[in-house]
């Protein structure tokens, strides 16, 4: 699986792909990718370069002349597999894909769960490629209280969800961006995951403290029962089916599964992941959580995909 081998070649000349250039891992890494001075073809529905994983006619055209690219996958179908192949067929050499944390542990989601079964289909796909790959398994973003989709129940100053007293150690986007810009345009990645997490673990309850004593409003941490959780989102209009996604994607937090560190930060960066904390003043600083208005739908960033 481990291929060390150094991999150095001039990525700088083309452009590199970064397919999810508008969620919240794409759009740090293009922005890192510019100002390290590469060219950067920023695909998503909505990016400067048109890309929708349901429409496999952008797929060539984002692929041409590329040699480099991040992918953040589509958790909704399969369709990382084909478009590897498509990608190698078109000259692609290195592919960082974004993954998530269980990938490996059959007990972190329930089998049937979506999201899961099409990141593990994605992670073969790209391991079986002849492509230089390296694959990134972050835990839980620290960007999902301000840019995903808890932005707006920390608006609302009620954070409910089934986690129970679970702790998550959240990882900053910042931080995975590093890593993925390391392992596109530097060398000993191929063939590396690399499993990634904050510094420390913190429970929801402790989350919301922190945010409260950043802004200064009260934002509580509800625990629900899962059916509790559910019936509340379809009460607000979001599909049963939606709601109960979510319910599962939230479980391994409250079934204890997400709450151990990942050494990744430290072994590629040579440094400390950022701490909770400091992605809260960062947030607050770019003025998430201000007023009534999500910053979610100030910034028109995605939610949580699953
Ligand atoms: N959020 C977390 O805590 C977390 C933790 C571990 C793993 N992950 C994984 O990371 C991935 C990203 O999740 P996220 O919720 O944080 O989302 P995100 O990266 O913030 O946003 C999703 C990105 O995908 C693009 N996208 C969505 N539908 C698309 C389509 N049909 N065609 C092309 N692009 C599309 C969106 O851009 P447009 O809307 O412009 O198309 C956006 O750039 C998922 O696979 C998720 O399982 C997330």
Do not use: C
């Not at 958790?75 to 050499?93: K, T």
């Not at 403290?209 to 009460?235: D, K, M, N, Q």
């Amino acid at each position: 699986m481990t291929d060390t081998r150094n991999t150095a070649r001039s990525t700088a000349r083309r452009p590199v792909l970064v397919v999810g250039a508008t969620g919240k891992t794409g759009r740090r890494v293009a922005a890192r990718l510019r100002a390290a001075g590469h060219e950067v073809r920023a695909a998503s529905r909505s990016g400067a370069w048109p890309f929708d994983w349901n429409d496999r006619t952008t797929w060539g055209p984002a692929l041409e002349g590329v040699e480099t690219a991040y992918v953040v996958p589509f958790d909704p179908a399969p369709v990382v597999r084909p478009f590897v192949e498509q990608a190698e067929a078109a000259g692609l050499r290195r592919l960082v894909l974004l993954s998530g944390r269980g990938i490996d542990d059959p007990d972190y989601l329930p089998g049937d769960a979506l999201a899961g079964s099409t990141l593990v289909d994605a992670e073969e796909a790209v391991r079986s490629s002849g492509l230089e790959w390296t694959i990134l398994r972050p835990g839980w973003f620290s960007q999902n209280f301000d840019e995903g989709f808890l932005a707006d129940m920390v608006g609302s100053g009620r954070i409910g969800l089934p986690a129970g007293d679970g702790a998550a150690s959240f990882v900053d986007a910042e931080d995975i961006a590093d890593v993925a810009v390391a392992a596109l345009t530097g060398t000993g990645h191929a063939g590396l995951i690399h499993e990634l997490s904050g510094p420390r673990a913190l429970t929801l309850a402790e989350v919301a403290a922190e945010i409260s004593a950043a802004t200064g409003r009260t934002v509580e941490y509800v625990a629900l029962p899962p059916e509790e959780f559910v019936a509340e989102l379809v009460g607000q209009g979001v599909g049963a089916e939606d709601a109960e996604a979510l319910a599962t994607t939230v479980s391994p937090i409250l079934r204890g599964k997400d709450a151990h560190l990942s050494e990744g930060v430290q072994r590629v960066l040579g440094r400390e992941p950022r701490a909770f904390g400091e992605y809260v003043r960062n947030a607050v600083a770019s003025g998430a959580w201000v007023g009534s208005e999500s910053v979610s739908e100030k910034r028109g960033t995605a939610t949580f995909t699953s």
